[in-house]
């Protein structure tokens, strides 16, 4: 996993190490699985730390980010517009062109299998040729 430096010499990684020890709740945990699924769907993925603290994931071009909120973890796609989601895990941002999320609430499970298959179209949908 390749990873650029970044605040205060951490690399990203660290700084997300650092948000899910701050967080230090059901919403750390909830950012810890995920990222463990990400990782696990997409092995080589780069974390990156963007727009003052929110964690990010790339492959090929952005997959999505992380964001805490105090009532949920959202997972935002960078083109989830584009992406199959028979599983019906986009339950935010549905009305734009681009964009689409899952709000992960305290007590709500995750679908692993469906978000690791949205991972992996993510990345797959990021290698294909521009038109």
């Known amino acids: ?3 650029g ?5 951490k ?7 650092g948000r899910i020890a701050e967080l230090g709740d059901w919403r750390g945990e909830t950012l810890a699985r995920v990222r463990a699924l990400i990782r696990q769907a997409v092995p080589d ?8 603290g929110v964690p990010t994931w790339y492959r090929d071009g ?18 989830g517009a584009a992406l199959d989601d028979p599983a019906r895990l986009f339950n935010s941002s549905l009305d ?27 990345v797959a949908l990021n290698r294909k040729p521009r038109r």
């Open 11 to 17: 690399t990203p990684s660290e700084l997300i190490d």
């Open 45 to 52: 993925v780069v974390e990156e730390w963007k727009w003052r």
């Open 62 to 79: 952005m997959i999505c980010t992380g964001e805490t909120y105090k009532s949920a973890v959202k997972l935002t796609f960078a083109k």
């Open 5 to 9: 430096t970044a605040m205060d010499g």
């Open 96 to 122: 734009g062109n681009v964009r689409r999320a899952i709000d992960i609430r305290e007590g709500e499970g995750i679908d692993e299998e469906a978000l690791k298959a949205l991972l992996l179209e993510a």
């Open 1 to 3: 996993m390749s990873e």
